[in-house]
């Protein structure tokens, strides 16, 4: 089975700063690569779907980019609305699987 | 307007079964595949299990194989998880989702979640 490594864990930055989080893929997962938004007591958000596509309505500082095993999601300049825990998500025919997420709190 | 309703949570002892029911409304039901996603208190997201649209593809995480069964019912725009042998390490929130595809891909909607807690 695929499993999906995300890092940091967790991440302190300050508003306005440029925030990445990698996911890494054990084996080849092309572009089958998604990224969620959740923020405390709510259900997940889609941002981005295919590595790179923004989800209708997702501000432009959300960003994906990576192919085979390495992929990476970018807030280009960090607002006070981005604290939530971020996950991705790599699909095949029979399964979903997250990653273990990524906690972005303000400096 | 998508919502997506889950009911049937509760708390059951270890070893017994539930099961959990989802209506759907506000889009094409038998358009789209569907998920269970759980989430235990102050823990990461888990992929429970998916359908595709017309029902010829299931999948199952590892960890309820062989105990958990999907199902759909497109007539009555409602997606079920049957749930056996259940052990504590399934206590969690319950989320049904749908998917943008019709075959497993990624999720765009999702209920408010059916809190399931196994103890005895």
């Known amino acids: 089975d695929i499993q999906m490594t995300q890092s940091p864990s967790s991440l302190s930055a300050s508003v306005g700063d440029r925030v990445t989080i990698t996911c890494q893929a054990s084996?080849?997962?092309?572009?089958?690569l998604n990224w969620y938004q959740q923020k405390p007591g709510k259900a997940p958000k889609l941002l981005i779907y295919?590595?790179?596509n923004l989800e209708s309505g997702v501000p432009s500082r959300f960003s994906g980019s990576g192919s085979g095993t390495d992929f990476s999601f970018t807030i280009s300049s960090l607002q006070p609305e981005d604290i939530a825990t971020y996950f991705c998500q790599h699909y095949d025919n029979l399964r979903l699987t997250f990653g273990g997420g990524t906690k972005v709190e303000i400096k | 307007e998508v919502q997506l309703v889950e009911s049937g949570g509760g708390l059951v002892q270890p070893g017994r079964s539930l099961r959990l029911s989802c209506v759907a409304s506000?889009?094409?039901?038998?358009?789209?595949?569907m998920h269970w996603v759980r989430q235990a208190p102050g823990r990461g997201l888990e992929w429970v299990s998916g359908i595709s649209w017309h029902s010829g593809t299931m999948g199952y995480a590892d960890s309820v194989k062989g105990r958990f069964t999907i199902s759909r019912d497109n007539a009555k725009n409602s997606l079920y998880l049957q749930m056996n042998s259940l052990r504590s390490e399934d206590t969690a929130f319950y989320f049904c989702a749908k998917d943008f595809r019709d075959r497993l891909a990624g999720i765009d909607y999702w209920g408010q979640g059916s809190l399931v807690t196994v103890s005895s």
């Open positions: 295919d590595v790179s």
């Open positions: 506000g889009f094409t039901f038998d358009d789209y595949a």
């Open positions: 084996q080849d997962i092309r572009e089958l």
